[in-house]
Nanobody, 122 residues
Framework: QVQLVESGGGLVQVGGSLELSCAASGTIASINDMRWYRQVPGKEEREWVALIATTGFTTHANSVKGRSTISRDDNKNTVSLRINNLKSEDTAVYYC???????????????WGQGTQVTVSS
C-alpha cells in the first residue's frame, strides 16, 4: 500500500506565502509525475495546480503561474508546493497526487493524499 500525507496548510493572510509538503510512504518502487490539486468548498471538481515530472519539468495552472513553485525530492519521496502573494481565491483544500509503481515492471497507479486546508484571509 501507498500513502500520501500532506502538511503545511493553515490560515494565511492575503499577500503572504505558504509551503505545502507531501510525503509518500509504503511499498514504492518508483514515482512518476507528482501533482498538486485543490478543491474549493462547495465545488465538485478538483482544480489541477501544478505538476513536476521525474525529469524536473514543471508546469503550473494559470491561476498560480508566476506565484508558485513545485519541487520534489526523490530520495525522500516528497513533493512540495510554495505559493507566494496568496489571494483569497487560493482558499481551498490542497491535495497531492502521485503516479506510483509498487513493484518494478508493474503499472503505475494514481494515489491521492487526504488533503490539507489552506485558508487565505484578508
Amino acid at each position: 500500500q501507498v500513502q500520501l500525507v500532506e502538511s503545511g496548510g493553515g490560515l494565511v493572510q492575503v499577500g503572504g506565502s505558504l509551503e505545502l509538503s507531501c510525503a509518500a510512504s509504503g511499498t514504492i518502487a518508483s514515482i512518476n509525475d507528482m501533482r498538486w490539486y485543490r478543491q474549493v468548498p462547495g465545488k465538485e471538481e478538483r482544480e489541477w495546480v501544478a505538476l513536476i515530472a521525474t525529469t524536473g519539468f514543471t508546469t503550473h495552472a494559470n491561476s498560480v503561474k508566476g506565484r508558485s513553485t513545485i519541487s520534489r525530492d526523490d530520495n525522500k519521496n516528497t513533493v512540495s508546493l510554495r505559493i507566494n502573494n496568496l489571494k483569497s481565491e487560493d482558499t481551498a483544500v490542497y491535495y497531492c497526487n502521485a503516479e506510483v509503481q509498487t513493484t518494478p515492471g508493474d503499472s503505475f497507479h494514481n494515489y491521492w493524499g487526504q488533503g490539507t486546508q489552506v485558508t487565505v484571509s484578508s
